[in-house]
Every structure is written in C-alpha cells, then in structure tokens.
T-cell receptor, first 111, second 111 residues
C-alpha cells in the first residue's frame, strides 16, 4: 500500500464548477500536511498547508481528519488557470522526517 | 525575494559518468531537500539537509550523495550514472515552518 494515495483522475470539469480532491495517508506518525500544484514540466508550487482546524484561502479550502488519516482540497468556482496536477504531501515522522508526495490528481477545467 | 535557484538547467551525461547539481535556498532558509522526478512519475524524496547535516535520505543507493555548505547552499552528486537516473532533479528549501519551496529543477539526461 502506498504511503500517500490520491485518485489519479483526470477530473474534467467546466469553468465555475466545484471540485474536491481526496488523499489518504497510511502512517499515523505523519506530522504535517500540504497541497501543492504542479503544471506540466514545472516545479511544484505550494498551494496551502493543511491544519486540523481546516483552512481556507480564497476559493480553496483544505481539511484534515487525523482519525481517518484523510486530507481533502476543495476548489470552488473553478478557473481555466486551475488546470494542473494537485499533489498531496505528508511529512512522516518527527525530527528526521521524510516528505512523501502523492502521485497527484490531474485537473482539467474547460470553458 | 529571490526564490530557490538550481544549476545547471539541463545536463546530458553518458552512462557511468558522475554529475554534480547545485541548489541555492531562499535567503533565511536552513533546510534543503532533493527530489527525483522521472518522466511521468511522482516526486521521490532523495535527501534532506539542515544546518549542514544530513537529516534523512530516501530509498536511493549510496551513489546518490550530497552536502550542504555553511551558506546553506547544497550539492547533489550522482556517481556511476545509469540510464534510469534520467529525470528532473528538484531542490526545495524551507525555514522554521516545514513548507517547502521548489526551484525550477535540473533536467538530467543519461545516454
């Protein structure tokens, strides 16, 4: 079983749609959680950190459920520019942690 | 504020050769991380340096090594290159909070 699992997609949605990405992690020693986006052949860019209380940044909302070992990202009012691969990222362990990237979920937003 | 920089941008090497990749972190960041992303695949954690020390390494053979200098810049060395080492090598840096910011990467082709 992969340490971080995501639905590979692709998700094809029209502009203005709401889309949700899910991610599960297997290691209960996971300490910190993030969502990144990666455009084709570019470096990943930090979208947001994910906190137990949930956090929102404009059209983006992230949630963490430690009991279920589950992270989510909600994008409201999708824009064409949201088309990218969304990566779920988990830091596992304390002190000398390892950063584990999910394989990513592809999103295509169409006019 | 300048972001993470990496050099060179592209590199072509022959199987069996050695290569050194370089990374300069964001000013004030003391941690540097290295990742490998083979074409069409996810990011694989290679190495983490903090304050000049190696804090953790991923599941890669010893011919992948590196170091961090007093100015927090870092080098990744790969010896005895193999064809499957062809990939995008990404460097990221972080400060007190474990949010990682990525450089544009070095694209290595081994022939």
């Amino acid at each position: 079983r992969k340490e971080v699992e995501q639905d590979p997609g692709p998700f094809n949605v029209p502009e203005g749609a709401t889309v949700a990405f899910n991610c599960t992690y297997s290691n209960s020693a996971s300490q910190s959680f993030f969502w990144y986006r990666q455009d084709c052949r570019k470096e990943p860019k930090l979208l947001m950190s994910v906190y137990s209380s949930g956090n929102e940044d404009g059209r983006f909302t992230a949630q963490l459920n430690r009991a279920s070992q589950y992270i989510s990202l909600l994008i409201r009012d999708s824009k064409l520019s949201d088309s990218a691969t969304y990566l779920c990222v988990v830091n596992v362990g304390t002190g000398g942690f390892k950063t584990i990237f999910g394989a990513g979920t592809r999103l295509f937003v169409k006019a | 504020e300048a972001g993470v920089t990496q050099s060179p941008t592209h590199l072509i090497k022959t199987r069996g050769q050695q290569v050194t990749l370089r990374c300069s972190p964001i000013s004030g960041h003391t941690s540097v991380y290295w990742y490998q992303q083979a074409l069409g695949l996810g990011l694989q954690f290679l190495l983490w340096y903090d304050e000049g020390e190696e804090r953790n390494r991923g599941n890669f053979p010893p011919r992948f090594s590196g170091r961090q200098f007093p100015n927090y810049s870092s080098e990744l060395n790969v010896n005895a290159l193999e064809l499957e080492d062809s990939a995008l090598y990404l460097c990221a840096s972080s400060g007190d909070v474990y949010e990682q910011y990525f450089g544009p990467g070095t694209r290595l082709t081994v022939t």
